[in-house]
């Protein structure tokens, strides 16, 4: 009867090993929690090993910059919590934006030739341009400080100044002085912001500051 008991227990120890030493695949995150954001990306680029980070203390006068999302040895560290949505003064540069394709669409349909759809397309890419890096600076950086609000004022501000003068840029040469300098100092701008934010942000230091010198170098051409 010992030996039986001890036949038993032997037996129930080797399976509990056996249980332990399997290799079974884990899934890293359980997809159903995940936000809606988070879930395309794993559908697009498959499972990958996140670590979720909290963020810095936010004060609406200065928050230390941070990265919201940034990989790192193959492991993507995303802020906690994280439910970004577009803030009051984004939503009026849109209507700004949307201002300009329209004003530059309505003019190049008043003569809808060769030449006016290619003068629509030169005076739009520089307005899509400054949109753009504001709409990336404000995905990977955003924290609704005093500073990005002076920084989208002041994007918006010159968005409007380049507006009214890009129309009248082949007839007066005072037109476009004025919208080249708009368009050089929204450029500038975001170089003096990421070279502020690489001081805060070692994760994309290198890359802020790549960028940064292009942005100088390339942006000052337009005056040679």
């Not at 368009?183 to 230091?205: D, G, W």
Request: charged letters at 20%; a positive charge.
């Amino acid at each position: 009867m010992q030996s039986e008991e001890q036949f038993a227990s032997l037996q129930e120890s080797s399976s509990i090993q056996s249980s332990l030493t399997q290799k079974k695949p884990v899934s890293l995150v359980d997809k159903d929690k995940l936000d809606p954001s988070l879930r395309a990306f794993y559908k697009k680029y498959g499972d990958v090993d996140v670590e979720f980070i909290d963020p810095p203390v936010q004060s609406p006068w200065f928050s230390k910059p941070y990265a919201l999302n940034y990989f790192h040895k193959g492991k993507l560290f995303r802020t906690r919590g994280l439910q970004r949505s577009a803030g009051k003064l984004e939503l009026f540069l849109d209507l700004v934006y949307v201002g300009i394709a329209s004003t530059l669409a309505s003019t190049a349909l008043k003569e809808p030739t060769g030449a006016s759809f290619l003068k629509f397309v030169l005076l739009y890419m520089p307005a899509i341009t400054i949109w753009s890096d504001l709409k990336d600076f404000m995905n990977y950086y955003y924290n609704d400080d005093l500073i990005q609000k002076i920084y989208v004022c002041w994007t918006e501000l010159l968005l409007i100044v380049y507006d009214n003068n890009c129309e009248f840029a082949d007839t007066s040469t005072k037109a476009l002085r004025t919208a080249v300098v708009a368009y050089f100092l929204s450029r500038f701008t975001l170089a003096i912001m990421l070279l502020f934010y690489s001081f805060y942000i070692k994760q994309h230091r290198i890359q802020m500051r790549l960028y940064c010198l292009s942005l100088a170098i390339t942006s000052s051409c337009w005056f040679f």
